[in-house]
């Protein structure tokens, strides 16, 4: 069975949805990832199939970069609602090439990640059904629409296609949540064709930067940071975690991401070590806890190895939801805008790394997302939906 995988090739939206079609790959079925990013441009696709969108931003007139600048610069409220609209805008931008591409390789299903709605659209134009991958808690689609003014709706009748006043399609058939069931609560009721994964993360190996790291550090507690690779930038936030990490008594492993020369931050202190890039799993698993800024492959990542995290949420608009979850949880502690300053995360850091308390919450946490299905497992549902071409609803058998 052929599995078309969608997602915007922003770093935090495609690495979950490499993990799921590896994931699919392993358990038989033809994935094939379409995303506006290359091989060059991201190594971790691999070995796996994929089709390369075109570049939209002139199309839709606002460039990534621009859209990231604007986003420090909005209010937190309003940061969500020009999310919507701006991965909104690229997806109808890209529906004729998806639709292209479903005509040319007629996959069985689709798999979306949840900000992919050219997949959603296309997937309707095709009568190809589609499953969606949340990253968060999923949200009725009117609610979304009501946030962006409306525009689902609009796009929908752009598209040509008839009138859904609470567009129940966008969430139609299977609903995949990479998320385990503390973590979403009991505010929203989970629909019948709502199923809960491990979260997915692509496959890492230890090509030795990781020893290589850690060579000569003492035999103490030591600390991942990483603020994700799209917002890191913001101005002096990288500096404040660093000037926070001078005085804890931790080993420290900091990745700047690929843009950002590690070099700009002048000398750091012996226990403090950075590099553009570190496979995060080799490292995590040598880890005592993780400085991140809210994301969800970052958060999921450490709490998968059951590692407390200090959360110092940036401007993405998921981030302070995440970070104000994970402290509700007891996993680690939130430091929001208002709070930043070094001292808090020293004695945020401290407190994770002395506090048993947020170790075992992690720990909790770890255990009931291993209990979840794998990637793997999940090829059963999406089997099933490209079978009978009907919503999977629950109870479906997770393991022989």
């Known amino acids: 069975m052929r599995v078309l995988v969608t997602a915007n090739g922003a770093t935090g939206h495609l690495r979950p949805m490499l993990g799921l079609a590896q994931g699919l790959e392993a358990a038989g079925l033809e994935a094939i990832v379409v995303t506006d990013v290359a091989k060059t441009e991201s190594p971790e696709l691999g070995d796996l199939a994929s089709r390369v969108l075109p570049d939209v ?7 990534r970069a621009a859209f990231i600048a604007s986003q420090i610069s909005r209010a937190p409220a309003e940061r969500s609602a020009a999310a919507l609209r701006y991965f909104l805008a690229k997806s109808e931008a890209w529906l004729p090439t998806l639709t292209g591409l479903i005509d040319e390789l007629r996959p069985d299903v689709i798999v979306r990640e949840s900000t992919f709605w050219g997949s959603w659209l296309a997937g309707e134009l095709t009568e190809t059904p589609v499953a969606t991958f949340n990253f968060h808690p999923p949200r009725p689609a009117s ?3 009501a946030i962006a003014g409306g525009e689902f709706s609009a796009a929908r009748a752009r598209a040509g296609l008839p ?4 567009l129940s399609s966008i969430d139609r058939w299977l609903t995949l949540v990479g998320l385990p069931a503390s973590w979403i609560g009991t505010d929203q009721p989970r629909r019948p064709t709502t199923h809960l994964i491990q979260p997915p993360e692509p496959e890492t190996t230890d090509d030795g930067s990781v020893d290589e790291l850690l060579s000569g550090l003492p035999d103490r507690p030591t600390v991942y940071v990483t603020l994700g690779t799209t917002f890191n930038g913001e101005p002096g936030v990288f500096e404040m975690v ?4 001078h ?15 590690p070099a700009s931050f002048g000398q750091q202190p012996e226990h403090v070590r950075l590099t553009r890039y570190v496979p995060q799993g080799p490292l995590l698993s040598r880890c005592d806890a993780v400085v991140a800024h809210g994301g969800y492959g970052s958060l999921m990542g450490a709490l998968k190895h059951g590692l407390p995290v200090v959360s110092v949420p940036l401007a993405a608009s998921d981030n302070n939801t995440n970070a104000s979850r994970l402290a509700q949880l007891g996993a680690g502690i939130a430091i929001h805008h208002h709070a930043r300053s070094p001292r808090a995360v020293t004695n945020a850091v401290r407190a994770v790394l002395d506090d048993g308390r947020y170790q075992a919450a992690a720990r909790a946490l770890a255990d009931e997302i291993a209990a979840l299905p794998s990637p793997t497992d999940t090829a059963k549902l999406l089997e099933q939906l490209g079978q009978t071409r009907a919503p999977v609803e629950l109870p479906w058998p997770v393991r022989e």
């Open 57 to 63: 931003n002139e199309e839709i007139g606002i460039d």
């Open 143 to 145: 609610r979304l629409d």
């Open 163 to 166: 009138e859904d006043p609470e």
């Open 242 to 245: 660093l000037d926070g990490l």
């Open 247 to 261: 005085d804890v008594d931790a080993n420290v492993i900091a990745t700047t991401g690929r843009s950002i020369d």
